[in-house]
């Protein structure tokens, strides 16, 4: 049964994660965006994201939060949350199912241990800023 259940390949769909202003800490603060550089429409799009790794050795993770857009449109980027400095040394896992074309599409993007960091920028699409690209 499960292989006659087919999801497609998830391409030009990201996690990034760039620097913004946070008035609140009153810094540059990396921020998690949902990047459809397609020409298609996402619908019901939800992203459910953790964090989890190891801190000094011992086991940490944090709460999962879930996050849903009802509309994503073509060649446009949602902010999906704020990256506090304390979880960017874990594991960031963000898990993405979204509608298009009638067709549901699922992929889990991952920014590893530390690899939110300036010199792993590059340019990101549609935003036209320079990120990171979770893998």
């Known amino acids: 049964m499960k292989k006659d ?3 497609p390949k998830v391409a030009n769909v990201h996690i990034v994660a760039f620097q913004e202003w946070n008035d609140d800490f009153m810094e540059n603060s990396w921020y998690a965006y949902l990047v459809n550089d397609t020409d298609n429409l996402l619908e019901m799009a939800m992203v459910v994201s953790r964090a989890y790794g190891l801190i000094n050795g011992e086991e940490r993770k944090t709460g999962t939060f879930r ?22 040394q874990l594991n960031n896992e963000f898990m993405l199912s979204y509608f298009s074309n009638g067709q549901l599409f699922d992929k889990t ?6 690899s939110i960091n300036e010199k792993a920028t590059a340019d990101l699409p549609i935003i036209n800023k320079r990120g990171v690209f979770a893998n």
């Open 5 to 7: 259940i087919i999801i």
């Open 67 to 88: 996050h849903a857009f009802a509309k994503v449109e073509p060649k446009t980027a949602v902010k999906v949350e704020l990256l506090e400095n304390n979880v960017l």
């Open 109 to 114: 993007f991952v920014f590893r241990t530390n």
